[in-house]
């Protein structure tokens, strides 16, 4: 039975030579344009392969887009992997800083960054929402574990730092 807007829908998948995903094709209904996403790697350099760009589909097509305004782009990558910069379908650069045991410490673009600390077991304990000018608190949370490593109380603040006393 051919795929139909409610049933039957087929999503193809194509795989580089290192058994990586580089095509995903979601197979459309007769009359409309199958929608392609491309993965690119980049295979020199590091001691894995990164991903370094994704192309969505065109709109108009729905093969893999040729124009920035629809791809995603990884462009530097350390030697453990991490992503340490994205430039994003309107052409902002957003940087990650990971601290030493791999995890994100901030995420930030032109206005704004995300702090983040972590206990000894890499539970996440505070992510805040800072402005870049000044490192005001934009908004915050902060959670609290117990012995058995549950999340016991969450501590939110919209309009600034969280204060616990409060």
Known sequence: MPPTASCNQTTTYSYDGDDRIHLLTAIMPSGTNSQSTEYDYDYSGTPEFYLTLVK???PSTGSPSTSSSHQVSYSEVDW??????????KGQ?????????????WHSNDATYNYMEYDALGRPTLLSLRNSSD????????????????????????????????
């Open 93 to 105: 650069g957003v940087s990650n800083f990971y601290d030493s045991a791999g995890h994100i410490a």
């Open 56 to 58: 969505y589909p065109d």
């Open 80 to 89: 453990c992997g991490n992503v340490l910069e994205t430039i994003d379908q």
């Open 135 to 166: 490192d005001s608190v934009i908004n915050e949370v902060k959670r609290v574990y117990n012995g058995l490593g549950q999340l016991i109380t969450e501590y939110q603040e919209h309009a600034g730092a969280v204060n616990t006393s409060t």
